[in-house]
Nanobody
Framework: QAQLVESGGGLVQAGDSLRLSCEIS????????IGWFRQAPGKERQFVAG????????EFTESVKGRFTISRDGAKNSVTLQMNSLKPEDTGVYFC?????????????????WGQGTQVTVSS
């Protein structure tokens, strides 16, 4: 059973940057593909970014391409989501999720483990 803990959320202005971290424990990190999802009030959880098990393949939703990057550190069992040029529409609760598999999947239902979420608020 993996445990995921997110950190790094906060309140920023449009154009600012934030770095979210997800620390994973309780499961072999190298066997997990990781995804970041966000959920705005009254909306469904949406895929934002993901990184495959090896770290060689990443995927992003169209609206964050060119602004967000994702990376993983096997020594720290952690995944980082770097968010630049933030926009008000990036506001939401950001969740880190892990799935036992090689590739990134954009469907939330395919993920086995979830963190508790961290709030990101971008003011205009």
């Amino acid at each position: 059973q993996a445990q995921l803990v997110e950190s790094g959320g906060g309140l920023v202005q449009a154009g600012d940057s934030l770095r979210l971290s997800c620390e994973i424990s309780g499961y072999s990190f190298k066997e997990l593909a990781i995804g970041w999802f966000r959920q705005a009030p009254g909306k469904e959880r949406q895929f934002v970014a993901g990184i495959n098990r090896s770290g060689k393949t990443t995927e992003f939703t169209e609206s964050v391409k060119g602004r967000f990057t994702i990376s993983r550190d096997g020594a720290k069992n952690s995944v980082t989501l770097q968010m630049n040029s933030l926009k008000p529409e990036d506001t939401g609760v950001y969740f880190c999720a892990a799935r036992r598999g090689l590739v990134v999947i954009t469907r939330a239902a395919e993920y086995d483990y979830w963190g508790q979420g961290t709030q990101v608020t971008v003011s205009s």
